[in-house]
């Protein structure tokens, strides 16, 4: 798993430390919703803790790519790095600490658990927008993290993408 941090204003072992559980926005590569931002800066405010942004995408698994750097080519568009900057700064705003991160796997949604299991939040926030992904892809996803992560999910919800949402 490639990890790069943007922002760290304090390291988890920290914020254990301290006995909270931070707030945890996450998504696939494309722009989250917009009740997922709201949702996971509203969490993080009304609790105090920091919110950690986490934005998963796949790395290809070409080992010369890797050994030459080309795997650290940015693959985002304006709209994506927009959406992961903004709940940043909305959080930043009002005085909490915040963490970016882009991680990136051959397996994204295995990557995202393991960051959960690292990390310990109290709620994850699974916020891609469902439009930008196929259909099969945010559906196992969904399936993953309901079985898997070991704190309470959030997932969208709306007409666009009927049946895809819950918090469990």
């Not at 993953?144 to 969208?156: G, I, M």
Request: charged share 25%.
């Amino acid at each position: 798993m490639n990890t790069e941090t943007r922002r760290d204003a304090r390291s988890h072992a920290e914020v254990h430390a301290g006995g909270g559980r931070p707030v945890m926005l996450a998504t696939l590569g494309v722009p989250f919703v917009d009740d997922a931002v709201e949702v996971a800066v509203d969490g993080a405010v009304e609790t105090g803790q920091p919110l950690i942004v986490v934005n998963v995408t796949r790395l290809e698994p070409l080992s010369l790519s890797v050994m030459m750097g080309y795997d650290a080519l940015e693959e985002f568009t304006p709209e994506v790095s927009a959406s992961t900057r903004r709940p940043a700064e909305i959080a930043a705003g009002f005085g909490l600490e915040v963490e970016r991160l882009r991680v990136r796997s051959p397996r994204p949604v295995t990557a995202l658990l393991e960051l959960v299991r690292e990390r310990g939040p109290g709620l994850l926030v699974f916020g891609p927008d469902p439009r930008k992904l196929s259909r099969r892809r945010f559906r196992k996803a969904v399936e993953a993290l309901r079985a898997n992560a070991s704190c309470l999910v959030w997932l969208p919800e709306g007409p666009d993408w009927q049946g895809r949402s819950s918090v469990g």
